[in-house]
């Protein structure tokens, strides 16, 4: 193992920048007029339907489609709880999801409200996107700074798709110090997603998580990550105002410009126990520091 691996943090799933599929090796000409071959991401559409309805066309890396459907429908309040999902059905031929579940509900009014996201790859949400956020007040919880400085250290040293070949969001679900289930995808709100789809799936609750993201803090990542009943949710990106805004109207903890020693919170501090000096928090060496969510 490289002297700069980082140990074994016991994901439940973590990338796997090898799997065959997600990148393509594509030839081209860098700054000096020199031939150069680099890896590039694979994205693929991948249509989800619910019962007999088509619901959304996402554009994907591929990896963990149900898991993608399950998540995507949750988080837009098209499976709500209590609703029984009867069988997920994924064809690769026809790059296809069906959900079946218990009931037939038809949602067409839905559908016609649907709006594009600030988002990459063209993410959708829908018109009524606040709905379900209405009297929402995420439960309260302690978030030791130790956590975020290790949470970082050991997410930002994993070995991913995006150290590999860039141009990819990753989205974690922690639990303490302990990073549990790391999801990439060309979109951040599909990585979210995922992470909605599995612990649906796995019937893994809220209680006690952190979701860690590369990608920006804006409404439609804080609403989803409410919704999931995830009460605090950390970036190294920056943060939009409306997402700001809506965190603290749900009592959302929100950590942003997490770099290296160095974070900023704008909603829900109180939940922060600084049980660690930040000059004692790990440094992150320069060939591990994410520009943003992409490169």
């Given amino acids: 193992m490289p002297q700069d691996a980082p140990p074994d943090p016991g994901y439940l799933i973590a990338p796997d920048p090898s799997a065959p599929g997600l990148t393509r090796a594509v030839s081209g000409i860098d700054h000096t007029g020199a031939a150069q071959t680099i890896d590039v991401v694979e994205e693929r559409p991948l249509t989800i339907f619910l019962n007999g309805n088509e619901i959304v066309t996402a554009m994907t890396i591929g990896d963990y489609p149900e898991y993608l459907a399950l998540g995507f429908l949750r988080n837009q309040g098209m499976l709500r709880d209590g609703e029984k999902v009867l069988r ?5 031929d026809l790059e296809t999801v069906v959900v079946r579940t218990d009931g037939q509900t038809s949602y067409e009014d839905k559908l016609r409200k649907k709006t594009r996201t600030s988002g990459c790859a063209v993410g959708t949400v829908f018109g009524d996107m606040m709905e379900g956020l209405e009297g929402l007040r995420l439960p309260d919880a302690t978030v030791r700074t130790s956590d975020l400085y290790n949470l970082a250290h050991v997410i930002n040293r994993t070995p991913s798709l995006y150290l590999a070949a860039g141009a990819i969001h990753g989205t974690v679900l922690c639990e303490g110090a302990r990073p549990l289930v790391y999801m990439e995808d060309v979109g951040r709100h599909n990585a979210v997603d995922k992470i909605a789809g599995w612990m649906l799936s796995e019937g893994v609750g809220p209680a006690g998580k952190l979701l860690y993201t590369t990608g920006r803090l804006t409404s439609e990542m804080v609403i989803k990550t409410a919704l999931m009943g995830i009460p605090v949710l950390a970036s190294r990106s920056g943060f939009t105002a409306w997402g700001v805004e809506i965190a603290r ?47």
Avoid: W
């Fill in 88 to 92: 997920v059905d994924y064809d690769d």
């Fill in 249 to 295: 109207s749900v009592n959302l903890t929100l950590i942003g410009r997490m770099r290296g020693q160095r974070f900023i919170c704008l909603a829900g501090d109180e939940r922060l126990l600084r049980d660690i000096d930040p000059a004692q928090a790990p440094e992150e060496e320069r060939k591990h520091r994410r520009k943003g969510a992409t490169r």
